[in-house]
């Protein structure tokens, strides 16, 4: 994958740092609106701590904290973001704006498996799947438009949750479906 990537995050992070090491390819800009960093991913905590002392000669990534309405308007993307830029969420717990929507090309991380169970749709879909008892879960990777979770499914990985699955469970399964859509996703763009 050549274009330009920014990758957003609300959580710690993980994800992004997980994605970057199985890729082999670090975003280019990480945008998060978690201004906790002690609450990051270690992986992530190590590369800002790193770039802050610009010390480090690891992978040349812009780190961008943003407050509230940052996040909320997104405005700030066309500082960070091309036209032609792949953006990914991965946790990301705003809702993006119409605007942005039709803007960029913006991608999402969702553990639950809409393209089978749109009920899934929104928050927490893996608490969702586990209470109710869902056979197959997964996760999928969809583009990004004004409805919630409504864009167009790129990829997806499916997997199997017996009734002796904890949510625990469940989370580390959904961990696997998820790197593996998202892996499928960007050997194709």
């Not at 090491?21 to 906790?36: F, K, M, V």
């Not at 990534?61 to 953006?87: C, G, R, W």
Request: one cysteine or more; a negative charge; charged letters at 30%.
């Amino acid at each position: 994958m050549e274009k330009h990537w920014v990758a957003l995050f609300s959580q710690t992070g993980s994800e992004i740092a997980r994605l970057g090491e199985r890729l082999g390819r670090w975003p280019d800009t990480i945008i998060t609106n978690n201004s906790d960093v002690d609450s990051w991913c270690d992986r992530l905590k190590d590369l800002k701590k790193r770039i802050d002392g610009r010390s480090y000669l690891g992978p040349k990534v812009n780190i961008k904290i943003v407050n509230s309405s940052e996040a909320k308007t997104l405005n700030v993307l066309h500082k960070f973001a091309q036209k032609d830029s792949l953006i990914t969420l991965h946790g990301w717990l705003r809702i993006v704006p119409e605007d942005k929507c039709e803007q960029y090309d913006i991608y999402n991380g969702h553990p639950g498996l809409i393209n089978a169970f749109p009920e899934l749709k929104g928050k927490d879909p893996q608490v969702r799947a586990y209470d109710g008892g869902y056979a197959t879960i997964g996760s999928v990777v969809h583009k990004c438009t004004a409805e919630l979770d409504g864009g167009e499914i790129f990829e997806w990985t499916a997997t199997y949750q017996d009734e002796f699955d904890t949510l625990d469970d469940c989370f580390a399964k959904l961990a696997h479906t998820s790197f593996s859509a998202w892996e499928k996703f960007f050997n194709k763009v």
